[in-house]
């Protein structure tokens, strides 16, 4: 087993930077939440914690994402929290500067604070790291969940045609801003949404030659001004493989987002998919657990051949020190369903499970987060986002009403 440093107390803390307090909207360092960080030599760590009430019913929510960035870390043992109340002077300054960050944040996304967030993610192309996405956003709709689909993979968009969705993205209106609608298909009993750039292309086949700000960019617009609607249970992102500009800026825009690394059995392949554990943590994003693709190749006589290797998936996951989520084996009704528009997981066969099992654990994982109407924190960033709001109508307005007198 490999053995990993113990990480430091301020090692512990930048992690904790990535933990966003769901109704203030910053991060818990930030709000003064962290009281104290201690970690002992054999890596047990004690993280002492306050909130604005003590009966803030995120508390559930707030240790289980402490826990996901702390736990995931090589070289953790253990996490322990304590709990305390602020007091009024540290309350007062923490709802201040949320209401600052509220006014002065520029970048966001649209998505509901209720969203789970995966980004499923590779080192290298042609790991099935579309058809992974495809099928496990199938299988949680098939539990009756609503589950979004960005096809962040701007240059090679694949998604469309695998889901076996089409048509232009229509648009809408949400509170006086024109946003876009996903496309959207019923795999009852629940559904899926999907964005992609393979809706605004008039060809698929075309080749989109954007620089990396006008990627960056792309995902932006797909993240900020789509209405993915407040009852989105999860949001899957079919990540561009690799470590550029497109993932940091998503890094950025969702914090809170959880990856999952996807390689296949080779040890080449999976060497590159540790860089992107090493770029999710450099950004302080959790890494969630590593899915080993196209395992093996199982024939009707029920022969298994490993014809991409073994291992490639435990070295990875034991390299990084979080689970092994499952393996998908090699199999035609992947391919087939991907070019047909029928995905694999909709079938009865052994990859069909393999993708529902996947699914399961990633769902028992999430605790959903819950209603915040009882904290007064958010019942005042929620008055300052309406106050923003009318106010950019009321301007509209006066510039709409302005506009005859200046011809």
């Known amino acids: 087993m490999k053995q990993h440093p113990i990480p430091s107390a301020d090692d512990i803390r930048a992690s904790l930077g990535a933990v966003i307090d769901p109704e203030l909207g910053s991060n818990i360092i930030e709000l003064g939440m962290v009281r104290d960080v201690t970690v002992d030599t054999d890596g047990n760590v004690e993280i002492a914690i306050v ?5 803030c019913p995120l508390r559930g929510q707030i240790k289980k994402d402490i826990n996901h960035r702390i736990d995931s870390l090589p070289g953790v043992a253990s996490t322990h929290i304590s709990w305390a109340e602020m007091t009024a002077e540290e309350r007062k300054g923490a709802m201040e500067l949320a209401r600052y960050n509220m006014s002065q944040r520029t970048e966001q996304s649209s998505l509901a604070t209720t969203t789970q967030v995966i980004l499923v993610a590779s080192g290298k192309g042609g790991v099935g790291k579309s058809s992974v996405t495809v099928n496990l956003a199938v299988a949680l ?5 609503k589950v979004g689909v960005l096809d962040a993979d701007i240059w090679g968009f694949s998604v469309p045609r695998m889901i076996g969705v089409s048509g232009r993205l229509e648009a809408t209106e949400r509170d006086g801003k024109k946003m876009m609608l996903p496309n959207v298909r019923t795999f009852a009993p629940g559904e899926v949404r999907v964005v992609s750039m393979g809706f605004l292309v008039e060809d698929e086949s075309s080749a989109l030659m954007w620089r990396g700000l006008m990627l960056s960019r792309g995902v932006q617009h797909f993240l900020q001004d789509v209405d993915w609607g407040d009852d989105l249970d999860y949001l899957l992102v ?18 809170r987002s959880e990856v999952i690394v996807v390689t296949t059995p080779a040890i080449a392949a999976q060497k590159v998919a540790s860089r992107m ?4 943590r450099k950004n302080y994003l959790r890494v969630a657990g590593v899915i080993e693709n196209m395992s093996a190749f199982i024939c009707d006589h029920g022969t298994s051949y490993e014809l991409f290797g073994s291992g490639g998936g435990d070295d990875l996951a034991e390299e990084a020190g979080v689970p092994l989520l499952g393996k998908i084996p090699l199999a ?3 391919v087939a369903g991907g070019d047909n528009g029928t995905p694999a997981v909709l079938g009865d066969t052994a990859t069909a499970a393999a993708f529902r099992d996947v699914a399961e654990t990633i769902h028992l994982a999430a605790v959903p987060l819950m209603e915040m109407t009882t904290c007064t924190a958010r019942k ?8 923003k709001a009318t106010e950019a109508a009321a301007a509209r307005d006066a510039q709409a009403g302005a ?3 200046s011809r």
């Open 238 to 255: 079919d990540m561009p493989p690799g470590t550029g500009d497109v993932q940091m800026a998503i890094a950025k825009l969702i914090p």
């Open 141 to 145: 709709a098939q539990r009756g969940l």
């Open 332 to 334: 035609p009704e992947v």
């Open 51 to 55: 909130l604005t009430t003590a009966r």
């Open 403 to 405: 506009a005859p007198a």
């Open 380 to 387: 005042a960033v929620a008055d300052l986002i309406r106050k």
């Open 277 to 280: 554990v090493s770029m999710a």
